[in-house]
């Protein structure tokens, strides 16, 4: 779900500032003109605030999508900066099957 709602933004968000140099995935109208400004973590909250879902809830989903289709705790740790054991919960979750032999 959160691939295909980032997906979606990033449409939204070409179609409303084509020209926007912003790194950030999470842009308004404001910050799309300054390539070096964030959203402030008000904004988030705001944003967040009624969906039903968290910040860290979205987070936690996107780094589980993520280890489905990678399969690599190190890609996991340097991309989400988390710690080896916290990439190998989420590989095991994401791929029992990898992990389902392994002596405990």
């Given at each position: 779900?959160?691939?295909?709602?980032?997906?979606?933004?990033?449409?939204?968000?070409?179609?409303?500032?084509?020209?926007?140099?912003?790194?950030?995935?999470?842009?308004n109208r404001?910050?799309?003109?300054?390539?070096?400004?964030?959203?402030?973590?008000?904004?988030?909250?705001?944003?967040?605030?009624?969906?039903?879902?968290?910040?860290?809830?979205?987070?936690?989903?996107?780094?589980?999508?993520?280890?489905?289709?990678?399969?690599?705790?190190?890609?996991?740790?340097?991309?989400?900066?988390?710690?080896?054991?916290?990439?190998?919960?989420?590989?095991?979750?994401?791929?029992?099957?990898?992990t389902a032999?392994?002596?405990?």
């Amino acid at each position: 779900m959160s691939y295909r709602v980032a997906s979606e933004w990033t449409r939204e968000r070409h179609r409303r500032w084509p020209a926007s140099a912003n790194r950030h995935l999470l842009v308004n109208r404001w910050t799309a003109v300054d390539p070096d400004t964030a959203v402030t973590p008000e904004t988030l909250h705001k944003t967040f605030q009624g969906t039903g879902v968290s910040m860290q809830t979205a987070r936690q989903d996107r780094i589980l999508h993520e280890a489905f289709e990678t399969k690599d705790p190190l890609h996991l740790i340097r991309l989400f900066g988390i710690s080896p054991t916290t990439a190998m919960r989420y590989i095991t979750s994401a791929h029992p099957e990898r992990t389902a032999h392994l002596p405990r």
